[in-house]
């Protein structure tokens, strides 16, 4: 039941003007630039938040399926001149059966144990990129990707490659919503919240263990082309761990088991960042506090702050909204709690 | 194969798997008392490190303090960072397990940033109080140094063991880790204690590095590889274990330095992660294999 008010709608249509419009309104290049990787990170944020945030398996190997995704397109490219719109699907099928393969082990292992296993395969993946030399490039790595034209068109600035993206993220966030509401997003959130009781409850339990690591890691496959396509220069120390760690932040920042979260982590980060620019040496050291932060005192993300605010008699009396049978229904996020 | 390369290698990796041993000893000891995994381990390593080279290495005023000296100085620095960080782990170990991650990697990285404002991001190397010269003992040739990290590790280990099971703060430590809410109704002081775990915890790091450090080299980021590799070896002998986080890092060691040798020089991180995946999927509770309550 979605009830569009006309505030509803009038925000819609300026949060449109305003997206179709960045690429004009932006500073200079270099903001379209940051703009342009802020989508690829929401793209993997929204793959890590299936997994984590509504499966609860964790799968902390989401650099190195970022990397997959990536390497293929860059092989794909240069290697057989195959273009970007096969590239595309290609890297999804190469991650998504990677991420079958870091999955695996989610039968047998749980919480930690699924935590270092994933960031252990994903390490073996990194060696893999740096020690093939002769696929990957080895730590030189891949350059002189080409980007992508379509009909003729060149999508080589980042003004143009901007709306490429922006156009994937949408594609994939309406893909998440549309799993996550139906049978599949059930079953996931009963596995979540009580693995033993989903299996009795008839859910081929396995078969969606797998299933949510390899959506996630198609979403880091796609976003994987889209990087190498976008900066024509792939190596092996983009995808590490700490590429994962940079994912996870953003999503938690955002709000783990909100698929805004993904979009309000993705942007939020790397913004924070820049602002933090200002106080040089400190930056990184107030990155990390400001992670703390977030973790001690808001841990479901900014979205759990929107929704605690939301809730909040004072802000309901300001909108002068009584009705107390529309209450907000309190989202199935909760990770934190029990 | 040559038996004495083979000895000289496997010595090698016990040399290396001793430094695990100790970091994974902070782990488990952690995860133990308090239920938190605490991924700021390798950060603390780091920077217990620094506490003591700096003295040493005449960081310091120009003081160049005895290597020993300069060893007790770090741990006891050290272990007294590990107080102040309990305050700091008390909320976050009441959280899920992916806060904890996210809250201790948060400290790790202020750990790490401080530590590249203060120092630099640029490393050194420390030269070893004992010769550099290998012994030559049966053609198998050891550095000096490295005999020093295994001894003095095998008695830090078996202090800690005799403390554990012998003194009476060591068998307070183990009451109110095995059940926080017993142990606080028999009088024991819960909080003092953790606090006492995380500062050994974190000075058996220290000890780590500072007797590592004129092997490896010292820098801001050293945590970090050497921080999983720790947590992997604690998993592999079973967290939240005593002994199995010191097989599990001597075991770790060996493999490592043994399919380096042996296997591929290049793929020695992988081979040495695969290893554990597999451990883990036969046998999840680890090599030692210690029945632990699940904590929910």
């Known amino acids: ?176 919503r549309q799993i996550l509401k139906h049978r599949i997003g059930r079953s996931f959130r009963a596995i979540r919240d009580d693995y033993q009781a989903a299996k009795a409850m008839g859910i081929n339990t396995a078969y969606y263990q797998i299933l949510a690591f390899v959506i996630s890691a198609s979403y880091a496959g796609v976003a994987g082309a889209l990087f190498a396509h976008l900066n024509t220069y792939i190596s092996p120390d983009i995808f590490d761990f700490s590429s994962t760690l940079f994912i996870l932040t953003a999503t938690m920042v955002g709000g783990m088991g909100s698929l805004a979260g993904s979009i309000v982590g993705g942007l939020a980060l790397p913004i924070l960042q820049e602002y933090l620019r200002v106080i040089k040496n400190w930056q990184l050291v107030a990155y990390g506090i400001a992670i703390m932060v977030v973790v001690l005192f808001i841990p479901g993300g900014v979205m759990e702050l929107m929704r605690r605010l939301r809730a909040s008699r004072a802000l309901r009396w300001l909108s002068a909204e009584r009705r107390p049978e529309e209450r907000f229904e309190p989202e199935e996020t909760n990770v934190s709690g029990n | 194969m040559n038996i004495g390369i083979f000895l000289q290698t496997v010595i090698g990796g016990i040399g290396i798997g001793s430094l695990y041993a100790l970091i994974a000893l902070g782990y488990s000891m952690v995860y133990r008392s308090m239920g938190l995994v605490n991924f700021a381990q ?82 050194f190397a420390v030269t070893s109080p004992l010769p550099n010269a290998p012994l030559v003992v049966f053609g198998i040739r050891i550095l000096p140094q490295m005999l020093l990290l295994i001894g003095v590790s095998a008695l830090l280990m078996v202090s800690l063991q005799v403390f554990l099971k012998r003194t009476r703060s060591g068998k307070a430590m183990r009451a109110s880790a095995m059940d926080n809410e017993i142990a606080s109704a028999m009088g024991i002081p819960v909080h003092r204690m953790n606090a006492m775990t995380l500062a050994i915890g974190s000075g058996l790091a220290a000890a780590a590095g500072i007797l590592a450090a004129p092997i490896v080299y010292v820098n801001p980021a050293m945590g970090s590889a050497i921080g999983l590799k720790g947590f992997a070896a604690a998993i592999l002998g079973g967290l939240g274990s005593i002994p199995g986080a010191i097989a599990g890092g001597l075991v770790f060691g060996v493999l490592e330095a043994v399919s380096a040798g042996y296997v591929s020089s290049s793929y020695t991180r992988g081979i040495a992660f695969l290893v554990m995946v597999v451990v883990l999927m036969v046998k999840p509770s680890g090599i030692v294999g210690e029945v632990t309550v699940e904590k929910v």
């Not at chain 1, 990129?129 to 080589?156: C, H, K, W, Y």
């Open chain 1, 1 to 176: 039941m979605n009830r569009l008010s006309i505030a509803k709608v009038a925000a819609l249509v300026v949060l449109g003007c305003v997206l179709l419009a960045f690429p004009f309104i932006a500073k200079d290049r270099y903001q379209v630039h940051v703009i342009n990787t802020v989508g690829i990170y929401i793209l993997i944020s929204l793959g890590l938040n299936i997994a984590m945030g509504y499966a609860g398996q964790f799968n902390l190997a989401m650099g190195a399926l970022w990397g997959v995704g990536a390497y293929t397109a860059a092989i794909l490219n240069t290697r057989f001149g195959i273009p970007f719109w096969l590239n595309v699907p290609a890297a999804m099928v190469a991650a998504g059966i990677m991420g079958a393969v870091v999955g695996l082990p989610s039968f047998k292992v749980r919480s930690h144990y699924l935590a270092i296993v994933t960031i252990g395969l994903g390490e073996v993946i990194n060696i893999i990129f740096v020690n093939e030399q002769r696929l990957t490039g080895g730590a030189d790595g891949i350059s002189r990707i080409q980007m992508p034209s379509l009909f003729g068109f060149p999508i080589n600035t980042d003004e143009r490659y901007y709306y490429l993206i922006l156009a994937v993220v949408l594609i994939g966030f309406f893909i998440a």
């Open chain 2, 42 to 123: 390798g950060s603390i390593y780091m920077v217990g490190t620094y506490f003591g080279i700096i003295w040493y290495a005449g960081m310091v005023m120009g003081l160049h303090v005895p290597y020993p000296i300069a060893l007790i100085i770090g741990v006891s620095l050290n272990a007294m960072l590990g107080v102040l960080l309990e305050r700091i782990f008390r909320p976050l170990a009441r959280l899920d397990l992916m806060f904890m991650l996210l809250g201790t990697i948060g400290l790790g990285f202020v750990l790490d940033n401080l530590f590249v404002i203060i120092f630099g991001a640029e490393g």
